[in-house]
């Protein structure tokens, strides 16, 4: 069947279902559904209460962001279509009641972002959200009459044993209703003790119970237009909304704001494994143009599209460029909460890391703090100190290994694309240097983790060369020191 309708033209009017609304994906998701697909119909979003708030009172506070700024300026009735849902992927049937199920009877689209991308989740926690909830997903979709096309966000990483990943279904580590059936009637702490038998010792629940949610959409595919979309390492964005846009902490920009805050001395890496990041919005283009090409495909009722979203080779830094080698690009855009002048030693050797975190990393940032309580300022140092051992901790299984990602199904999306959507839903990505690209990382973390405007750029690099100083003394004192101390030692 011949591909004639726009992206936008086969939105218009399509009620669309989204699992994961509130996390980073979802919100671009959302927000790039709202402002190029601008006669969409209504976006119902599935949202667990938090701390107290309703989903309508989460929904009302997540398009305050600057994210939706550009929307708000374009089509801001279009925020009106909007529509939360009380519920929570971790619970069965999603935990939604029938007023909510009768309300998204026609819906078109389903796209399932929804999961806990924690790698330390305790496993039944982990299945219920990620493995079960993926099922209650595509259970709900058997029942919805119009339905077009379902997108499953899974990950490159959901069999992180291989390292030459393809664009296809690996075997299953367990089957997956056992696992639901174990993780809902024996006891969490001792299946917590038995968690990497069980996951055939996956380096993390996250991997373990995304592969297990690929099986689930394998064998749900012969009746539903799956898609199963797996994205690398998701950053912040490249151009749109706005560049530079991240919510997050996760992956390496914790990293990379660590090491440009001075905080992160002593980094665990393999220095030439690569870093495979792909830009958030480039990212969920792809997601759009995937669902898009498979509503206007027959369903032959067992073909599932398999897209890994990953950067080639080329387009990768290695992980030393992070911790040693973006000095230049921490000095030139720092930030105001900058503690000491950044530089740092990375180490492949566990064991070495732990030596040097704590002479380099720890004791340092013990008398930052004090400092900083003597000057009446909050004391973070040591804290960041400890997030960023932990994250470093988590991450070793994919500092230590090097994956290749074959991408030809998701290379292909941009040729198939109609000449008028190249524009707007281009899959094209890293059009600009790769410095640039993380130039554009720093910058957002400036602006939308730690709030810091682009006006106080000028003081933050006054500070930088300060510390720059007060750093190239405290080497040639203790330098001075030692010599003097051998000095006296033995002549």
């Known amino acids: 069947m011949a591909i004639e309708e726009s992206i936008p033209d086969v939105f218009a009017g399509a009620d669309i279902f989204i ?75 999603l935990g939604m009641d029938q007023k909510s199920l009768e309300s998204i009877g026609n819906v078109q689209f389903v796209f399932h972002t929804a999961a806990s991308v924690r790698f330390d989740d305790p496993i039944v926690s982990a299945i219920k959200l990620n493995t079960r909830g993926t099922r209650e997903v595509l259970e709900l979709c058997k029942t919805l ?43 969490e702490q001792i299946l917590e003790s038995l968690a990497l038998k069980m996951s055939s010792f996956s380096p993390n629940t996250y991997t373990f119970t995304k592969g297990l949610a690929e099986q689930i959409c394998l064998e749900y595919g012969q009746q539903l237009p799956l898609v199963i979309f797996r994205p690398s390492v998701v950053t912040n964005s490249e151009s749109e909304p706005i560049p530079g846009w991240i919510d997050n902490f996760n992956g390496p920009v914790s990293m990379l704001v660590g090491s440009g805050m001075g905080v992160v001395r002593a980094g665990f890496i393999t220095p030439e494994n ?49 911790v040693t080698d973006g000095k230049n690009l921490y000095e030139k855009n720092p930030l105001v909460r900058t503690v000491w002048y950044p530089g740092g030693v990375a180490f492949s050797n566990i064991y070495v890391f732990h030596f040097f975190f704590m002479i380099l990393q720890l004791f340092p940032a013990v008398l930052v703090d004090i400092v900083l309580k003597i000057s009446g300022k909050t004391m973070l140092a040591t804290r960041l100190s400890r997030k960023m051992f932990y994250t470093q901790i988590a991450l070793e299984y994919f500092i230590k290994n090097d994956w290749t990602f074959k991408t030809k199904n998701f290379r292909n999306l941009y040729h198939d694309l109609l000449e008028c959507d190249r524009e707007s839903f281009s899959t094209k990505y890293l059009n600009i240097p790769l410095s640039e690209y993380y130039i554009r990382c720093i910058l957002g973390g400036r602006r939308y983790l730690f709030k810091e405007t682009d006006d106080s750029l000028p003081k933050a690099r006054r500070k930088i060369k300060r510390l720059k100083f007060i750093d190239l003394a405290a080497k040639w004192i203790t330098l001075g020191s030692l010599l003097m101390v051998l000095y006296s030692r033995y002549c």
């Open 19 to 93: 699992t994961g609304g509130s996390g980073f994906m979802g919100k671009v998701l959302i927000e790039k559904l709202l402002r190029s697909c601008p006669d969409v119909g209504k976006l119902f979003v599935l949202l667990r209460p938090r701390r107290g708030k309703p989903a309508s009172e989460r929904i009302a506070d997540l398009v305050q962001i600057p994210l939706f700024d550009k929307l708000r300026e374009t089509f801001p009735e279009n925020l009106d279509k909007i529509v939360p849902i009380n519920g929570d992927c971790s619970e069965l049937g």
């Open 145 to 187: 009459k119009h339905l077009k096309a379902i997108v499953h966000v899974s990950t490159t990483y959901s069999n992180p044993e291989v390292m030459d990943v393809e664009e296809r279904i690996y075997p299953p580590k367990m089957d997956w209703r056992k696992a639901i059936e174990v993780a809902e009637n024996i006891d």
């Open 274 to 322: 690569r870093l495979n990041c792909i830009p958030v919005d480039v990212c969920i283009k792809a997601i759009l143009v995937a669902a898009w090409k498979r509503s206007r495909e027959p369903f032959d009722g067992g073909h599932v599209p398999i897209y890994n979203c990953a950067a080639e080779r080329y387009k990768t830094v290695p992980y030393k460029y992070i």
